[in-house]
């Protein structure tokens, strides 16, 4: 039987030492103490993406229809696929000026041929009037009417494998045709102060109308 301890006593301090939990709180592993936050951790992040290919093409999708309808608009309101028309009459009008060569122009083309380039412009051994035309089906033709000599000229024009490759007949004129850069090919009419050519990717039959209206 213990004796009895004094009235008087001074309970014993329940302040742990420095860095010891206290008595009451329940420590963890290496001393320190538990946690009391009943809230579970948040998952770990994985560093894997979890996103479907379907989820991918959407956002795709959703990037692609704004362009789309953009360009809709341009084409559509804006007329970005219609060719730029140029007045020829300021460049035709130069070069008869100049009275270097004479000057012939396209008369009777219909409606549906555009205008889309004219330039008169001065060069080593001569001039160049260049007339740029969008066929009724849609393709490239230049008219070159110039006073450099041919066997300058016809090199830079048509690369040096352009060879001709016989006459014909065009409203009264005898043309050669040529090969040319590319799918291009070429009509060629040889005059003592000039030669003209009528060369571009178009049909046979449309360089042959575009060659045979120049009055």
């Given at each position: 039987?213990?004796?009895?301890?004094?009235?008087?006593?001074?309970?014993?301090?329940?302040?742990?030492?420095?860095?010891?939990?206290?008595?009451?709180?329940?420590?963890?592993?290496?001393?320190?103490?538990?946690?009391?936050?009943?809230?579970?951790?948040?998952?770990?992040?994985?560093?894997?993406?979890?996103?479907?290919?379907?989820?991918?093409?959407?956002?795709?999708?959703?990037?692609?229809?704004?362009?789309?309808?953009?360009?809709?608009?341009?084409?559509?309101?804006?007329?970005?696929?219609?060719?730029?028309?140029?007045?020829?009459?300021?460049?035709?009008?130069?070069?008869?000026?100049?009275?270097?060569?004479?000057?012939?122009?396209?008369?009777?083309?219909?409606?549906?041929?555009?205008?889309?380039?004219?330039?008169?412009?001065?060069?080593?051994?001569?001039?160049?009037?260049?007339?740029?035309?969008?066929t009724p089906e849609g393709?490239?033709?230049?008219?070159?009417?110039?006073?450099?000599?041919?066997?300058?000229?016809?090199?830079?024009?048509?690369?040096?494998?352009?060879?001709?490759?016989?006459?014909?007949?065009?409203?009264?004129?005898?043309?050669?045709?040529?090969?040319?850069?590319?799918?291009?090919?070429?009509?060629?009419?040889?005059?003592?102060?000039?030669?003209?050519?009528?060369?571009?990717?178009?049909?046979?039959?449309?360089?042959?109308?575009?060659?045979?209206?120049?009055?």
């Open positions: 039987m213990e004796p009895a301890q004094p009235a008087d006593r001074v309970p014993a301090d329940s302040t742990p030492p420095d860095g010891q939990p206290p008595a009451d709180v329940p420590a963890g592993h290496g001393g320190e103490p538990a946690a009391t936050d009943p809230t579970p951790p948040p998952p770990a992040a994985s560093g894997k993406s979890e996103r479907s290919p379907k989820d991918m093409a959407i956002s795709l999708l959703v990037l692609l229809v704004p362009i789309a309808l953009l360009l809709a608009f341009y084409r559509g309101f804006l007329g970005g696929d219609q060719a730029t028309t140029v007045d020829p009459a300021p460049a035709i009008e130069q070069a008869r000026s100049a009275n270097v060569f004479p000057v012939t122009q396209p008369q009777g083309l219909g409606s549906d041929w555009t205008t889309v380039s004219a330039r008169y412009q001065t060069v080593e051994g001569g001039a160049n009037l260049r007339l740029g035309y969008l393709r490239g033709v230049q008219l070159l009417q110039s006073s450099v000599p041919a066997d300058r000229l016809l090199p830079a024009e048509l690369t040096s494998q352009g060879q001709p490759q016989g006459p014909t007949e065009l409203a009264g004129r005898t043309w050669q045709l040529y090969t040319a850069r590319g799918n291009q090919q070429a009509l060629v009419l040889l005059e003592p102060t000039r030669t003209v050519i009528v060369v571009g990717d178009a049909r046979d039959n449309e360089l042959r109308e575009l060659a045979g209206s120049l009055r």
